[in-house]
């Protein structure tokens, strides 16, 4: 009789700096490193809003540092209270006291969408410059042109 083949597990292609986290939670939770869980599960957090604005770069003696725009360290500023309570919830016990705000770029965190800008409503066309664009048989030429002339448009409304 011979021996039976093992059998071999498949597994997808993953990045290994993904599988980090979910590795060394249990050892983090269980060896008091707040810093790094909170790193590793921001996004989550602190939410996808919060997460857009700043990103945690360190952990000392009850002060959170958090990397971030000058706008958006104001915003979080006045969020502060609010975001360490989420803070002190996730990680099981009073860690966090303050908050340090450091300018810099953020990059956004995986799992965060971008934001679209915002913009104001799609000005109307003239009668004149619509009428000229309906003559345009091609859909995507006419397409191109109309968004060209509203933007030339949103523009002149502004001043």
């Not at 540092?65 to 975001?83: I, K, S």
């Amino acid at each position: 009789m011979a021996p039976s083949r093992p059998s071999f597990r498949t597994y997808d292609l993953r990045a290994l700096g993904a599988l980090i986290p979910h590795v060394a939670r249990p050892g983090l939770r269980a060896r008091g490193g707040q810093a790094a869980l909170l790193m590793a599960d921001w996004a989550q957090v602190a939410g996808p809003e919060v997460a857009a604005l700043g990103v945690p770069r360190g952990l000392q003696a009850g002060t959170l540092t958090l990397a971030c725009t000058g706008p958006a360290a104001m915003q979080l500023q006045m969020m502060a209270p609010a975001l360490m309570e989420r803070i002190n919830t996730h990680l099981g016990r009073a860690v966090v006291q303050r908050l340090r705000f450091v300018q810099q770029v953020v990059a956004r965190p995986a799992g965060v969408p971008a934001r679209a800008p915002a913009r104001g409503a799609a000005p109307l066309l003239p009668g004149q410059v619509a009428d000229k664009l309906s003559g345009i048989t091609d859909p995507g030429l006419r397409a191109a042109l109309e968004n060209l002339a509203r933007g030339v448009y949103r523009t002149r409304d502004r001043g």
